[in-house]
């Protein structure tokens, strides 16, 4: 039997690690775990929510073109069950009603995690029009009759006028529409129906942003 020498049983002990290095290890790469989870949630929430403002312009916007040139009205709905932000052609029975003759043109997802909802911070929020405070996220009326039950909506006319879509109808002028995840972050369309003006914005550092 060959003795070990005290330098080899040395290396042999230097050349693994101790149980407190081992949990001390672990522990760091658990708090850059975390805090790269943080950082990658936050980016992620900031994207969900300018993302559904954009998409609500973009509908809106290809909606309209659709109106004007198959001389056919169409619906823009936000189906707040859903997710969802879908456009139906004004093919039903009754003209100016969503009803289930229509047919549904489009639909496009919204992250779950993003609503018709005020955020809580700022708890006052300004128009991007600079025209005072907004006191809801969706000002519009709500709809009226027909198949709207559960969504929220707006119509456009041949012409490419954006409407509301109560018992009367009347123009858009001026209205934004608010998107958040109930917290912080924040975007919103703009709309002015006699224009056909549709602009989405994102609150960031304290100000709208055009997006």
């Not at 929430?45 to 001389?71: C, K, N």
């Amino acid at each position: 039997m060959v003795p070990c020498s005290q330098d080899g049983v040395r290396a042999a002990r230097s050349s693994g690690y101790s149980v407190p290095e081992m949990m001390l290890t672990l522990l760091m790469l658990g708090i850059l775990v975390g805090s790269g989870f943080a950082v990658w949630r936050s980016t992620r929430s900031r994207v969900d929510v300018a993302s559904a403002a954009t998409l609500l312009r973009m509908t809106v916007l290809q909606a309209r073109m659709q109106s004007i040139y198959s001389g056919v009205a169409h619906f823009v709905a936000i189906d707040t069950n859903a997710h969802s932000i879908q456009v139906f052609s004004d093919d039903g029975t009754t003209a100016g009603v969503l009803d289930s003759g229509d047919r549904q043109v489009s639909a496009a997802r919204l992250a779950s995690t993003v609503g018709l909802v005020m955020p809580d911070d700022p708890p006052s929020l300004g128009s991007p029009y600079g025209t005072g405070t907004l006191a809801a996220a969706w000002p519009l009326p709500a709809p009226s009759g027909g198949a709207w039950s559960g969504r929220k909506g707006m119509a456009i006319t041949t012409t490419g006028l954006i409407e509301t879509v109560e018992a009367t109808p009347a123009l858009v002028d001026d209205a934004v529409i608010v998107f958040s995840d109930g917290s912080s972050r924040t975007s919103a369309v703009g709309i002015r129906g006699r224009m056909g003006e549709i602009r989405a914005f994102e609150y960031s550092e304290g100000a709208w942003k055009e997006r």
